[in-house]
Nanobody, 125 residues
Framework: QVQLVESGGGLVQTGGSLRLSCAASGRTFSMPYMGWFRQAPGKDREFVAGVRWSAPGTYYADSVRGRFTVSRDNAKNTVYLQMNSLRVEDTAIYYC??????????????????WGQGTQVTVSS
């Protein structure tokens, strides 16, 4: 079992920045990768970014590439999402997630087994 807790959301103006954190606890040594997803009102939860836990590798949705950066601190069992040049359309609840050991890399929501409670990001114009 893995427990995930997100923090760092808030209200920011267009063009601003926020950094989200996701603290993991439990069987963190077995996580193959971590992902960030977001869900806006009335929309499906979508992949945003991901990072391999014990090897190089970061992944981004086209909509955030060049503006968002995902990183990890294994010593702190924490994953970060640095969000720059924020847009109104980035407004959503942001979730971090991970999956069971041995799973191949995936951007699909259904392939993630453990989820945090989410943190709200609101970008105002």
């Amino acid at each position: 079992q893995v427990q995930l807790v997100e923090s760092g959301g808030g209200l920011v103006q267009t063009g601003g920045s926020l950094r989200l954190s996701c603290a993991a606890s439990g069987r963190t040594f077995s996580m193959p990768y971590m992902g960030w997803f977001r869900q806006a009102p009335g929309k499906d939860r979508e992949f945003v970014a991901g990072v391999r836990w014990s090897a190089p590798g970061t992944y981004y949705a086209d909509s955030v590439r060049g503006r968002f950066t995902v990183s990890r601190d294994n010593a702190k069992n924490t994953v970060y999402l640095q969000m720059n040049s924020l847009r109104v359309e980035d407004t959503a609840i942001y979730y971090c997630a991970t999956t069971s050991p041995g799973r191949a890399w995936s951007r699909q929501r259904a392939d993630y087994d453990y989820w945090g409670q989410g943190t709200q990001v609101t970008v105002s114009s």
